[in-house]
């Protein structure tokens, strides 16, 4: 199932819970920017952390992108297992995909 658009782009909750349907079902495309895909293999890690993350994780922060007029709404989500921290950013495209724009990892000391 695509990832709908949610109704308050900013309500972090319903955020939450949409990324969070949305990544647990394998319809849902996950696409990789090419940074993303960088800071995965420069920070180690794996992708599938990276789905954990997005199944799992809570959106803590929006970024309100406004270019040539169009808004956009990127999202950090945070996932904290015993190993440390993973804060994916995402996008909700407009065909529902999910699109990791970069990837974030802080471990515990």
């Known amino acids: 199932m695509p990832c709908e658009q949610p109704h308050d782009p900013q309500d972090l909750d319903e955020v939450t819970a949409l990324i969070n349907a949305a990544a647990a079902d394998p319809a849902t495309e996950i696409q990789y920017g090419y940074h993303a895909d960088q800071r ?17 994780g809570e959106a803590r922060r929006v970024e309100i992108d406004n270019y040539r007029g169009r808004v956009t709404y990127r999202y950090r989500l945070v996932y904290e ?27 515990r000391p």
Do not use: H
Not at 40 to 56: D, F, G, S, Y
């Open 81 to 107: 297992d015993q190993y440390g921290t993973i804060e994916p950013v995402v996008k909700i495209l407009t065909n529902g995909a999910l699109l990791v724009i970069t990837v974030i990892r802080k471990d």
């Open 40 to 56: 995965k293999e420069e920070r180690q890690v794996n992708p599938i952390i990276v789905q954990r993350a997005l199944r799992e």
